[in-house]
């Protein structure tokens, strides 16, 4: 049995249309396979960092990190638009982005070393706090919450993009952004706050899902929300690590 389900969540209202009274996802679903795609990402990420570490293998690091987040940017976008797709390509998802951050791990290790763990435990203990303070109701992720965050959201992709079209057609930056000086180390801990603040917006949807009885399925869809904040809040105190230390 189905019916009609109404959200005002807007990534709720998008790729989901209707409740399932007979196999509705539940927030323990929802977990259980967010635990499974973080482990299967952490997992591939620490064997790839240290077979590249024994290796001493650069080349072979930036390569698994390029073909890592380009892969992981392409199934997202699939299951963003076509989120049936999602339950196949979670796997995929979480073992592309475990070559990413492999990859990119090495790559600061050798750079920043100890960067990487530390930038692990930042992500941990964030995510903890935010979870500790979004079941104790402290932060809830009202309309105007949801409007900041997207809105910061939308605006550090912009810039991202355009510093990326900058470098390949220019070779150029943005002056001081991306530069390891005030502003610079500034803006990537504006990043990282606003990267953590989508965890909200994560458990946000995975509560109202399973609120409406959105189907089974849709926890996948969940998951890799979830993979995708938590790999964005590392990378993001990675930055902002490394950049402090220049």
Known sequence: MSETMQSNNPILTRVETYSDYQHPMTI??????SVLLTAIAA???LVFFFYCAMSMNFGLAMTGAMVGAIGSFILALI??????????????YALFEGAFLGGISFVFQAKYPGAPLQALLATFVTTFVLF??????????TEKFKAIVLSATLAICIVFVVQMLMRLIFSSSIPFVFESN????????????????????????IENAAAQRAPQAFEWTCAIALLATLVWMYISFLRLIGMSRD
């Open 43 to 45: 997992g591939l990420g």
């Open 132 to 141: 500790g303070l979004y079941k104790m109701k402290i932060i809830r992720a």
């Open 28 to 33: 323990q679903g929802a977990v259980n396979k």
């Open 79 to 92: 299951t963003t638009f076509k989120p049936n797709t999602a339950r196949t390509l979670a796997i995929p």
């Open 182 to 205: 005030a502003l610079g180390i500034g803006f990537a801990a504006f990043v990282a706050i606003i990267a953590s603040l989508n965890l909200i917006l994560d458990f946000d949807l």
